[in-house]
């Protein structure tokens, strides 16, 4: 679960933030990443630990994980919102500047729903995305290793 939320993570990241502005908040999102595992081992030492049996140990990390889930939810609507929200402003003050241009708005086009083999070759036809898969591998690799030797 950890694979998926990390995964979900990262695919938002990259909706949101652009190439150009990714140089800046990537780092940044990497770094609070290490603050998780701080917080949670507080936790588990301070509360989790502290129950009486291990039954109620194993139904205060419960609590936190779907209280953790369910913030994660709510904080995806208020995000998407919010970008939609702002995006709708932009648009309304860009038509109202370019009154005079006409406002045709032509279809968004249909992306191509690429195979694996297709996805494989875009990727690897990309310096930028090949860097980012080896940044997304070697991430998996050092997280299972460190995982095995604990």
């Known amino acids: 679960s950890s694979v998926s939320v990390g995964i979900l993570f990262w695919q938002y990241a990259n909706d949101v933030v652009s190439v150009s502005q990714a140089k800046r908040f990537y780092p940044l999102f990497a770094q609070m990443s290490g603050v998780a595992p701080i917080i949670g081992g507080q936790y588990v030492v301070r509360y989790a630990s502290r129950a009486k049996d291990f039954g109620e140990s194993l139904h205060r990390l419960t609590m936190v994980v779907t209280f953790s889930g369910v913030m994660i939810c709510l904080f995806y609507r208020w995000s998407n919102a919010y970008i939609e929200r702002t995006e709708r402003l932009v648009t309304d003050v860009e038509g109202s500047t370019n009154k005079g241009a006409s ?38 690799l050092s997280i299972n290793f460190t995982d095995i030797m604990w």
Do not use: W
């Not at 968004?108 to 591998?137: P, Q």
């Open 103 to 140: 406002s045709v708005q032509q279809p968004k086009k249909k992306k191509k729903k690429l195979s694996t083999v297709e996805s494989a070759k875009f990727l690897a036809s990309s310096e930028y995305l090949r860097l980012i898969a080896a940044l997304v591998v070697g991430y998996g």
